[in-house]
């Protein structure tokens, strides 16, 4: 995360208390993840369909109307219920080790690219240089320091952990559900250190936010086939 991606969202003064409540907002929301895909992950492939459908209806509406915070707040409960909803289809259609492996693979390297000086085309990039655009598709709650609130996870990051939590129930079965509360657990563990260590950084971009998550899954799947 970092403030330049987000113009309209205007600091008001430096603040060590942005970060300890930064971390605290990435673990629960990433616990209200997990819980969500593991509840909605029993539903049948055209139940979610419909959810999704339903949830994307309402998002539209939301789009429509005018950006302020109580918009936000309505966004921030679509953004987590859609992106949760999505990531449980996804493993429904996959629904295969390596299928899904090389989708999160291909999605965590795309996410890191984004912030890096060689991702100025990635879509993820252009969404994060529009204030406007990536309130909207994130869960904004409000920090110490800033004036409205600030986007602390994005839906993409929302649908790419509750794949990873909705494809282990879907492959490896619940006994087996450890690897995905661990894999984003220690993953956001190690995304707050980084936002601690080198958010002050000049070169710093902001938080590829799947990538550590990702890279655990697969690693721990891996360890797992041996």
Not at 85 to 108: C, K, M, N
Not at 166 to 173: D, K, M, P, V
Request: with cysteine; glycine share 8%.
């Amino acid at each position: 995360m970092e403030k330049q991606y987000w113009p309209a969202v205007k600091e008001r003064k430096p603040n060590h208390a942005y970060l300890v409540w930064a971390g605290f907002y990435m673990g629960l929301l990433s616990l209200v993840n997990i819980l969500l895909a593991f509840l909605i992950s029993p539903l049948p492939t055209f139940l979610l369909a419909i959810t999704a459908g339903a949830i994307a209806i309402l998002i539209v509406w939301a789009w429509r109307q005018g950006l302020r915070n109580s918009i936000l707040h309505v966004h921030s409960v679509l953004n987590m219920l859609g992106g949760a909803a999505l990531g449980v289809l996804a493993a429904h259609w996959l629904a295969d080790q390596a299928r899904v492996i090389e989708f999160l693979a291909g999605f965590a390297v795309m996410d890191f690219i984004s912030f890096t000086r060689f991702g100025k085309w990635t879509l993820n990039r252009k969404l994060m240089q529009s204030g406007p655009l990536l309130r909207r598709l994130s869960v904004s709650l409000p920090l110490p320091g800033f004036s409205e609130p600030y986007p602390i996870i994005g839906i993409g990051d929302i649908f790419c952990f509750a794949l990873i939590v909705g494809a282990t129930l879907q492959i490896w079965g619940p006994s087996f559900l450890w690897m995905a509360v661990g894999a984003v657990g220690l993953g956001q563990a190690l995304n707050v250190a980084c936002l601690a260590l080198f958010r002050h950084k000049p070169w710093y971009r902001g938080l590829p936010t799947t990538s550590f998550p990702v890279l655990i899954f697969i690693l721990t799947v891996l360890v797992q086939n041996v």
